[in-house]
């Protein structure tokens, strides 16, 4: 079993900067693909970007590429997403996710945060 908190929301005018941090429990965090998504009022939970078990590969939608950047520390059981050059666009609830497959699929991921608010204003 897994747990996933999310820590790191808050308000940020445009362009700026925010961090995201996803701590889970478990021993077995180091061999966990970890993933981010969002979810925008009145819209489907997407995809934001993905990072496998080492940090040696990661994968992001092309609305955040170039913008955010997905990390991890295995031996603190956290992921991260640091978020730069923020927009409107990217106001929503962002959720963390914890799967066996590296992929942006969202329902191939086994476990999943509560979810935390970021909002940017202009």
């Known amino acids: 079993q897994v747990q996933l908190v999310e820590s790191g929301g808050g308000l940020v005018q445009a362009g700026g900067s925010l961090r995201l941090s996803c701590a889970a429990s478990?021993?077995?965090?180091?061999?966990?693909?970890m993933g981010w998504f969002r979810q925008a009022p009145g819209k489907d939970r997407e995809f934001v970007a993905v990072l496998n078990w080492s940090g040696g590969s990661t994968y992001y939608a092309d609305s955040v590429k170039g913008r955010f950047t997905i990390s991890r520390d295995n031996a603190k059981n956290t992921v991260y997403l640091q978020m730069n050059s923020r927009r409107r666009e990217d106001t929503a609830v962002y959720y963390c996710a914890a799967g066996s497959t590296y992929t942006h699929v969202s329902s191939l991921y086994d476990y999943w945060g509560q979810g935390t608010q970021v909002t940017v204003s202009s």
């Open positions: 478990g021993r077995t965090f180091g061999s966990w693909t």
